[in-house]
Nanobody
Framework: QLRLVESGGGLVQAGGSLRLSCAAS????????MGWYRQAPGKQRELVAR???????NYADSVKGRFTISRDTTKNTPTLQMNSLKPEDTAVYYC??????????WGQGTQVTVSS
């Protein structure tokens, strides 16, 4: 069973930056989209940013201009550069990869905590 593992989370002060990375335990074929989601305590999981196979990028309105998603070409997984972090960005962040065979891979998440 292929697994995704996130890294790069941690505790940072408001205004700071973090960079999240995602590693896969094996090679993934037929990727149609990859991205990052987050879930704050008591809230539903929400999309943060996503790249489709065609290169279309989507961001949640709340992170536009602050976060940048990119594709790690060596790993073929997403990375997320997070700048100007706010306390409301505090959440568990999940890496996600979706394939043309409807395989939906998720990591176990990495905690991001932004202090005020």
């Amino acid at each position: 069973q292929l697994r995704l593992v996130e890294s790069g989370g941690g505790l940072v002060q408001a205004g700071g930056s973090l960079r999240l990375s995602c590693a896969a335990s094996g090679r993934i074929f037929g990727i149609t989209a990859m991205g990052w989601y987050r879930q704050a305590p008591g809230k539903q999981r929400e999309l943060v940013a996503r790249i489709t196979g065609g290169g279309v990028v989507n961001y949640a309105d709340s992170v536009k201009g602050r976060f940048t998603i990119s594709r790690d070409t060596t790993k073929n997984t997403p990375t997320l550069q997070m700048n100007s972090l706010k306390p409301e960005d505090t959440a568990v962040y999940y890496c996600n990869i979706y394939t043309s065979r409807n395989a939906d891979y998720w990591g176990q998440g990495t905690q991001v905590t932004v202090s005020s």
